[in-house]
């Protein structure tokens, strides 16, 4: 008679654990997709929400941003600013032809210089007047600031720079007649660029848009949205104006 082989009780109910724990792990796994996708979609119902009830929205682009149909851009986008240039050398390789084909559409237009720690403001302020000549839009002049480097808020060295900044903004102010605003992530703002120019309109970055002072303009809610123009996704920051119609109008008179 032939022999039957026997296994251990054991080793069948841990074969049987194994599979169950198995597929718990599966299921724990599937539902936690399904609760991240879920938060996920009502996130951005929520972001989008709160974007819809600023009636003035707009786009910073650059020179990674692609090819854009300003014409196109102007059915969705009230305003939209150009990087032009940053520090006493850099200059957008687009800015050029991004304002020379933005003049044709219903839409306003600003550019943007990002502020250096190291060079003089008298350079900065020379090297965006050679760049933009008189192609600086109807919008206030937007200075992007942010730390790098050793140049942060443990810095003692911080309130010179600051001064550099003011200087920077006057020879702006002087020069263009159109006003300034300053860009900054919320820290920079409080630590580095309140202290000189207490006065000054505030264009916050970050994220969030609720919860800001009238003294902040514009909100960057969305640092690495997007446009999508004829199939292709172009790499843009959005942002708001935070006041309604009639505050944009005076914002920008």
């Known amino acids: 008679m032939k022999r039957r082989d026997y296994q251990p009780i054991y080793d069948n109910t841990f074969r049987r654990r194994h599979r169950y724990r198995r597929w718990f792990i599966v299921l724990a796994l599937v539902l936690l997709i399904l609760g991240g996708g879920w938060g996920w979609f009502r996130w951005d119902a929520h972001q989008r929400a709160q974007v819809a009830s600023y009636p003035v929205r707009g786009v910073t682009v650059n020179q990674d941003s692609g090819y854009l149909d300003f014409q196109q851009l102007a059915k969705s986008e009230?305003?939209?600013?150009?990087?032009?240039?940053?520090?006493?050398?850099?200059?957008?390789?687009?800015?050029?032809?991004?304002?020379?084909?933005?003049?044709?559409?219903?839409?306003?237009?600003?550019?943007?210089?990002?502020?250096?720690f190291t060079t003089s403001a008298q350079r900065q302020?020379?090297?965006?007047?050679?760049?933009?000549?008189?192609?600086?839009?109807?919008?206030?002049?937007?200075?992007a600031v942010s730390y790098y480097g050793k140049y942060n808020s443990s810095n003692t060295e911080m309130a010179t720079e600051g001064q550099k900044l003011k200087t920077l903004v006057q020879l702006l102010n002087s020069q263009y007649h159109q006003g300034v605003v300053i860009f900054a992530s919320k820290s920079v703002l409080t630590q580095f660029v309140r202290p000189v120019l207490p006065n000054q309109d505030y264009w916050t970055a970050g994220g969030k848009l609720s919860g800001h002072s009238q003294q902040v303009k514009l909100i960057e809610y969305d640092a690495n949205g997007k446009v999508t123009q004829n199939g292709q996704d172009l790499p843009v920051a959005k942002s708001v104006f935070n006041g309604t119609r009639r505050d944009w109008h005076a914002f920008t008179k």
């Open 78 to 116: 009230t305003f939209v600013y150009l990087q032009a240039t940053s520090g006493a050398t850099y200059t957008d390789d687009d800015f050029s032809d991004n304002y020379s084909r933005s003049q044709g559409a219903d839409i306003q237009v600003g550019v943007a210089h990002t502020f250096s």
């Open 125 to 143: 302020f020379n090297h965006f007047k050679r760049t933009v000549k008189r192609n600086s839009g109807t919008l206030p002049i937007m200075v």
